[in-house]
Protein backbone atom coordinates (compact mmCIF):
# COMPACT_ATOMS: atom_id res chain seq x y z
CA UNK A 1 0.00 0.00 0.00
CA UNK A 2 1.26 3.44 -1.28
CA UNK A 3 1.71 6.05 1.71
CA UNK A 4 -1.09 8.43 1.38
CA UNK A 5 0.25 11.75 -0.49
CA UNK A 6 -1.88 14.90 1.49
CA UNK A 7 -1.31 17.93 -0.47
CA UNK A 8 -3.21 21.52 -0.08
CA UNK A 9 -2.82 24.56 -2.93
CA UNK A 10 -3.29 27.51 -1.10
CA UNK A 11 -3.28 29.43 -5.02
CA UNK A 12 -3.68 33.32 -4.27
CA UNK A 13 -4.25 33.56 -0.71
CA UNK A 14 -2.23 34.07 2.44
CA UNK A 15 0.61 36.42 2.79
CA UNK A 16 3.73 35.89 4.66
CA UNK A 17 2.57 36.32 7.96
CA UNK A 18 -0.44 34.59 7.42
CA UNK A 19 1.55 31.28 5.88
CA UNK A 20 3.76 31.71 8.90
CA UNK A 21 0.44 31.55 11.53
CA UNK A 22 -1.26 28.87 9.69
CA UNK A 23 1.79 26.55 8.89
CA UNK A 24 3.19 26.90 12.45
CA UNK A 25 -0.08 25.70 13.93
CA UNK A 26 -0.47 22.80 11.02
CA UNK A 27 3.28 21.84 12.23
CA UNK A 28 2.16 21.58 15.96
CA UNK A 29 -0.78 19.70 14.96
CA UNK A 30 1.44 16.85 12.93
CA UNK A 31 5.09 16.20 14.64
CA UNK A 32 6.83 14.27 12.85
CA UNK A 33 7.22 11.86 12.25
CA UNK A 34 3.85 10.98 10.39
CA UNK A 35 2.39 7.86 8.40
CA UNK A 36 1.81 10.03 5.52
CA UNK A 37 3.75 12.60 2.92
CA UNK A 38 1.77 16.69 4.21
CA UNK A 39 2.60 18.86 1.59
CA UNK A 40 1.79 23.07 1.17
CA UNK A 41 1.56 24.53 -2.56
CA UNK A 42 2.50 28.08 -1.17
CA UNK A 43 2.62 31.49 -3.28
CA UNK A 44 6.24 32.53 -4.02
CA UNK A 45 6.24 35.40 -1.31
CA UNK A 46 5.83 32.87 1.86
CA UNK A 47 8.11 30.13 0.28
CA UNK A 48 11.71 31.07 1.41
CA UNK A 49 10.32 32.39 5.07
CA UNK A 50 8.31 29.18 5.12
CA UNK A 51 11.18 26.60 4.50
CA UNK A 52 13.18 27.98 6.96
CA UNK A 53 10.40 28.01 9.81
CA UNK A 54 9.15 24.07 8.80
CA UNK A 55 12.76 22.88 9.58
CA UNK A 56 12.70 19.36 10.33
CA UNK A 57 8.79 19.34 11.00
CA UNK A 58 6.74 16.68 8.99
CA UNK A 59 4.89 19.52 6.51
CA UNK A 60 6.82 19.56 3.23
CA UNK A 61 7.01 22.54 0.88
CA UNK A 62 5.51 23.00 -2.96
CA UNK A 63 5.54 25.77 -5.40
CA UNK A 64 2.50 25.98 -7.20
CA UNK A 65 4.53 26.87 -10.76
CA UNK A 66 8.05 27.51 -12.19
CA UNK A 67 9.80 28.27 -15.25
CA UNK A 68 11.52 25.82 -17.68
CA UNK A 69 14.78 27.68 -17.83
CA UNK A 70 17.47 27.69 -15.24
CA UNK A 71 18.26 31.42 -15.30
CA UNK A 72 17.94 34.72 -18.19
CA UNK A 73 15.69 37.69 -19.25
CA UNK A 74 12.37 36.12 -17.87
CA UNK A 75 10.65 39.01 -15.75
CA UNK A 76 8.26 37.85 -13.27
CA UNK A 77 9.26 33.95 -13.48
CA UNK A 78 11.33 32.07 -10.70
CA UNK A 79 13.41 28.44 -11.66
CA UNK A 80 13.09 25.17 -10.23
CA UNK A 81 16.78 25.96 -8.96
CA UNK A 82 15.41 29.20 -6.95
CA UNK A 83 12.53 27.01 -5.35
CA UNK A 84 15.20 24.35 -4.57
CA UNK A 85 17.37 26.97 -2.45
CA UNK A 86 14.44 28.52 -1.21
CA UNK A 87 13.19 25.03 0.50
CA UNK A 88 10.79 23.11 -1.75
CA UNK A 89 11.03 19.86 -2.23
CA UNK A 90 7.93 19.84 -4.70
CA UNK A 91 6.59 21.69 -7.48
CA UNK A 92 3.00 21.55 -9.38
CA UNK A 93 2.91 21.77 -13.04
CA UNK A 94 0.12 21.69 -15.17
CA UNK A 95 -2.71 22.98 -12.99
CA UNK A 96 -5.77 23.44 -15.04
CA UNK A 97 -5.31 27.12 -14.22
CA UNK A 98 -2.30 27.71 -15.27
CA UNK A 99 -3.40 25.82 -18.48
CA UNK A 100 -6.56 27.78 -19.05
CA UNK A 101 -5.39 31.51 -17.50
CA UNK A 102 -2.07 31.25 -18.84
CA UNK A 103 -2.37 29.18 -22.21
CA UNK A 104 0.30 26.31 -21.24
CA UNK A 105 0.42 23.96 -23.50
CA UNK A 106 1.44 20.21 -22.88
CA UNK A 107 5.23 20.91 -24.61
CA UNK A 108 5.44 23.54 -21.80
CA UNK A 109 4.09 21.38 -19.28
CA UNK A 110 6.94 19.25 -20.10
CA UNK A 111 9.84 21.75 -20.35
CA UNK A 112 8.43 22.78 -16.66
CA UNK A 113 8.72 18.71 -15.66
CA UNK A 114 12.44 18.41 -16.88
CA UNK A 115 13.34 21.96 -15.25
CA UNK A 116 12.26 20.21 -12.24
CA UNK A 117 13.69 16.96 -11.77
CA UNK A 118 17.05 18.44 -13.54
CA UNK A 119 17.00 20.94 -9.96
CA UNK A 120 15.97 18.12 -7.78
CA UNK A 121 12.67 18.36 -7.21
CA UNK A 122 9.83 16.76 -7.12
CA UNK A 123 6.99 17.68 -9.39
CA UNK A 124 3.00 16.89 -9.27
CA UNK A 125 1.72 16.81 -12.67
CA UNK A 126 -2.11 18.19 -13.05
CA UNK A 127 -4.35 16.27 -15.76
CA UNK A 128 -7.97 16.56 -16.25
CA UNK A 129 -10.45 17.20 -18.21
CA UNK A 130 -13.57 19.92 -18.55
CA UNK A 131 -16.84 19.56 -18.12
CA UNK A 132 -17.76 19.67 -22.40
CA UNK A 133 -14.82 16.88 -22.78
CA UNK A 134 -16.65 14.78 -20.50
CA UNK A 135 -19.78 14.88 -21.64
CA UNK A 136 -18.15 13.99 -25.37
CA UNK A 137 -16.69 11.44 -23.62
CA UNK A 138 -13.03 12.42 -23.99
CA UNK A 139 -12.07 11.96 -20.67
CA UNK A 140 -9.65 9.09 -21.40
CA UNK A 141 -8.39 10.97 -24.91
CA UNK A 142 -7.53 13.70 -23.02
CA UNK A 143 -6.00 12.55 -20.09
CA UNK A 144 -3.73 10.48 -21.94
CA UNK A 145 -2.68 13.22 -24.36
CA UNK A 146 -1.66 15.79 -21.44
CA UNK A 147 0.42 12.44 -19.62
CA UNK A 148 2.30 11.26 -23.10
CA UNK A 149 2.84 14.76 -23.80
CA UNK A 150 3.53 15.92 -20.18
CA UNK A 151 5.77 13.01 -19.44
CA UNK A 152 8.17 13.28 -22.94
CA UNK A 153 11.24 11.85 -22.85
CA UNK A 154 11.19 10.62 -19.29
CA UNK A 155 12.87 7.87 -17.85
CA UNK A 156 11.63 5.01 -15.36
CA UNK A 157 13.97 6.35 -12.87
CA UNK A 158 12.49 10.53 -13.93
CA UNK A 159 9.01 8.49 -13.37
CA UNK A 160 10.22 7.67 -9.21
CA UNK A 161 9.97 11.53 -8.73
CA UNK A 162 6.71 11.51 -10.09
CA UNK A 163 2.99 12.64 -8.72
CA UNK A 164 -0.13 12.36 -11.44
CA UNK A 165 -2.78 14.87 -9.73
CA UNK A 166 -6.36 13.79 -11.57
CA UNK A 167 -8.21 17.13 -11.01
CA UNK A 168 -11.21 17.35 -13.17
CA UNK A 169 -11.19 20.81 -14.77
CA UNK A 170 -15.01 20.88 -13.89
CA UNK A 171 -14.80 19.65 -10.17
CA UNK A 172 -12.34 22.83 -9.29
CA UNK A 173 -13.46 25.61 -7.16
CA UNK A 174 -16.71 24.65 -8.43
CA UNK A 175 -18.19 22.38 -5.07
CA UNK A 176 -18.77 19.38 -7.70
CA UNK A 177 -16.56 16.32 -6.91
CA UNK A 178 -16.37 13.43 -9.37
CA UNK A 179 -17.79 10.34 -7.58
CA UNK A 180 -15.38 8.29 -5.61
CA UNK A 181 -16.28 5.47 -8.35
CA UNK A 182 -15.73 8.21 -11.43
CA UNK A 183 -12.01 9.69 -9.97
CA UNK A 184 -11.72 5.37 -9.69
CA UNK A 185 -12.15 5.08 -13.50
CA UNK A 186 -9.35 7.58 -14.20
CA UNK A 187 -7.04 7.20 -11.42
CA UNK A 188 -7.37 3.11 -12.91
CA UNK A 189 -6.79 4.02 -16.25
CA UNK A 190 -3.44 6.66 -15.38
CA UNK A 191 -2.23 3.41 -13.32
CA UNK A 192 -2.55 1.43 -16.55
CA UNK A 193 -1.21 4.05 -18.97
CA UNK A 194 1.60 4.47 -17.18
CA UNK A 195 2.73 0.54 -17.06
CA UNK A 196 2.27 0.93 -20.60
CA UNK A 197 5.07 3.80 -20.79
CA UNK A 198 7.52 2.69 -17.80
CA UNK A 199 6.48 -0.17 -16.60
CA UNK A 200 4.45 -2.33 -14.01
CA UNK A 201 6.64 -1.46 -10.95
CA UNK A 202 6.56 2.14 -11.37
CA UNK A 203 3.28 2.19 -12.07
CA UNK A 204 2.54 0.40 -9.09
CA UNK A 205 4.94 2.65 -7.21
CA UNK A 206 3.85 5.99 -8.28
CA UNK A 207 1.17 8.71 -5.80
CA UNK A 208 -2.13 9.41 -7.91
CA UNK A 209 -3.93 11.94 -5.83
CA UNK A 210 -7.38 13.37 -6.69
CA UNK A 211 -7.99 16.90 -6.84
CA UNK A 212 -11.84 19.06 -7.28
CA UNK A 213 -13.56 20.54 -4.31
CA UNK A 214 -12.07 17.57 -1.58
CA UNK A 215 -13.06 18.52 1.55
CA UNK A 216 -13.48 16.56 5.44
CA UNK A 217 -16.94 15.19 3.87
CA UNK A 218 -15.39 13.29 1.05
CA UNK A 219 -12.15 12.54 1.82
CA UNK A 220 -12.59 9.30 3.51
CA UNK A 221 -14.85 8.01 0.49
CA UNK A 222 -12.13 8.85 -1.93
CA UNK A 223 -9.13 7.40 0.10
CA UNK A 224 -11.41 4.06 0.33
CA UNK A 225 -10.48 3.77 -3.82
CA UNK A 226 -7.95 1.51 -4.55
CA UNK A 227 -5.80 3.55 -7.26
CA UNK A 228 -6.30 7.06 -5.16
CA UNK A 229 -3.47 7.17 -3.02
CA UNK A 230 -4.07 10.90 -2.11
CA UNK A 231 -5.79 14.29 -2.22
CA UNK A 232 -4.26 17.91 -3.83
CA UNK A 233 -7.31 20.29 -1.78
CA UNK A 234 -8.04 23.77 -2.65
CA UNK A 235 -10.03 25.94 -0.59
CA UNK A 236 -10.40 23.50 2.48
CA UNK A 237 -6.59 23.58 2.94
CA UNK A 238 -6.80 27.35 3.51
CA UNK A 239 -8.32 26.65 7.15
CA UNK A 240 -6.45 24.65 9.56
CA UNK A 241 -9.37 22.68 11.05
CA UNK A 242 -10.66 21.68 7.71
CA UNK A 243 -7.03 20.93 6.00
CA UNK A 244 -6.00 19.03 9.29
CA UNK A 245 -9.52 16.66 9.29
CA UNK A 246 -8.39 15.73 5.73
CA UNK A 247 -5.00 15.12 6.80
CA UNK A 248 -6.80 12.99 9.55
CA UNK A 249 -9.07 11.20 6.76
Given amino acids: MLRPFIAGNWKMHKTVSEALEFAGALARRFPPPQERDIVIAVPYTALHPLGRALQGSAIQLSAQNVHCEEQGAFTGEVSARMLREAGCRYVIVGHSERRRHFGEQNREVNLKVRAALTAGLKFILCVGETLDERGDEKTFSVVRRQ ?103
Fill in 147 to 249: LKEGLNNLTPDDIRHAIVAYEPVWAIGTGKTAAPAQAQDVHRFIRQLIAGLFGEDTAAAMPIIYGGSVNPGNIGALMAEADINGVLAGGASLDVESFSKIIQF
